[in-house]
T-cell receptor
């Protein structure tokens, strides 16, 4: 158990819908990272937050947004969903910035029908 | 953008064997990390290794940044080493924006 929790574990929804994925980092970790893993694209970095502020932005679509709240949990919002958004979404956390070891949650499997 | 190639794509070993996984990248990098994803999908960050050599138990990694490659060594492999190994590199620029390779899938048979 990495100490990082993600909810829900599975999510099935329809095209055009909006969903919210939630991540709770390990106690004391200030950074949260979001990744997407799909068969087509492989593993892709989406976005990093550090202590509530956006720190780095990767291949995150405009339809996607994220935030980190004062209690350091984070949410990833995916809107106007398309079939191609079906993927595993991982959250990770680290004590400080990206040179620290990242601890991954179990992931949320999103299926868009 | 930077290209990251991992080899071999697939590897099958008997327990106790040693192996070397390779990660080649096409441009200068600030950072390189190795990750392991077990057969149940759990990801583990193994090493942060922009240069030099690091060891963690039976695993060690070496990055030669000037020659644009990194190697992950697994000694005395165990069935629990099975899974996919990914490397990820970050190009200079100040922010954490890693590019992942497609991974090496390792199966260790008892």
């Amino acid at each position: 158990d990495s100490g990082v929790t993600q909810t829900p574990k599975h999510l099935i929804t329809a095209t055009g819908q909006r969903v919210t994925l939630r991540c709770s980092p390990r106690s004391g970790d200030l950074s949260v990272y979001w990744y997407q893993q799909s068969l087509d694209q492989g593993l892709q970095f989406l976005i990093q937050y550090y202590n509530g502020e956006e720190r780095a932005k990767g291949n995150i679509l405009e339809r996607f947004s994220a935030q980190q709240f004062p209690d350091l949990h984070s949410e990833l919002n995916l809107s106007s969903l398309e079939l191609g958004d079906s993927a595993l979404y991982f959250c990770a956390s680290s004590v400080g910035d990206w040179t620290d070891t990242q601890y991954f949650g179990p992931g949320t499997r999103l299926t868009v029908l | 953008g930077i290209q990251v190639e991992q080899s071999p794509p697939d590897l099958i070993l008997q327990e106790g064997a040693n192996s070397t996984l390779r990660c080649n990248f096409s441009d200068s990098v600030n950072n390189l990390q190795w990750f392991h994803q077990n057969p149940w999908g759990q990801l583990i960050n193994l090493f942060y290794i922009p240069s030099g050599t690091k060891q963690n138990g039976r695993l060690s990694a070496t990055t030669v940044a000037t020659e644009r490659y990194s190697l992950l060594y697994i000694s005395s492999s165990q069935t629990t080493d099975s899974g996919v190994y990914f490397c990820a590199v970050e190009t200079p620029g100040g922010s954490y924006i890693p590019t992942f390779g497609r991974g090496t899938s390792l199966i260790v048979h008892p």
